[in-house]
């Protein structure tokens, strides 16, 4: 990300990550605390120079690849009408970028985002929204993601949580579950 976005304004890609990741300005706007506008016009002060938005927004976002090994998973669990609801550290740009590029977050039934909430994982916050938006009591809920941390303050909540590392893993933690997909 750093260094696509270092292209368009002739900056590398340590330059961009000290301006956006180490003064914490990404985090703001992944906690909702800057919309996408005022993103944009942080970043062209930030390098004295004017950036075309879109070209921003794809620089920024162009960095994820879809796991299709999940979508099998996703679709078995929406077919015995689990209820699926997205948790994610992120910014309006990169949840819109995804949902325009990749037909996965279609599969959700609701989503907690980073921005939406004003909060951000592991904070006890986000969490707290989370079990809000899901309608249900925590220990009826399951969460993974690939950090642990995240799953370590899932837990305090009381929330099944377990690390993601693959497709294949998870499967298996669902079945400990007596879910089969």
């Known amino acids: ?108 039934d609701d989503y907690v985002t980073s921005y939406a909430a004003g909060a951000i994982k592991p904070e006890p916050a986000i969490f707290d929204y989370a079990l809000e938006k899901i309608q249900c009591a925590p220990e009826e809920a399951f969460y993974t993601d690939d950090i642990p941390d995240y799953i370590k303050e899932a837990r305090k909540l009381g929330i099944q949580g377990e690390v993601f590392t693959d497709t294949s893993t998870l499967v298996g933690q669902l079945a400990l579950r007596g879910v089969r997909v």
Request: aromatic share 12%; charged share 25%; net charge negative.
């Open 1 to 108: 990300m750093c260094e696509q976005m270092g292209l368009l304004c002739g900056r590398s890609r340590f330059e961009i990550h000290s301006l956006l990741i180490d003064s914490g300005k990404q985090w703001e706007y992944e906690r909702g605390k800057l919309t996408p506008t005022e993103f944009h016009h942080w970043f062209e002060e930030a390098v004295g120079q004017s950036v075309d938005v879109e070209a921003l927004e794809v620089a920024g976002s162009d960095i994820f690849e879809l796991n299709r090994s999940i979508l099998p998973v996703l679709n078995s669990l929406k077919a015995q009408e689990f209820r699926l609801v997205l948790l994610s550290n992120t910014c309006v740009s990169h949840f819109e970028y995804i949902w325009k590029q990749y037909d996965v977050l279609q599969r959700f």
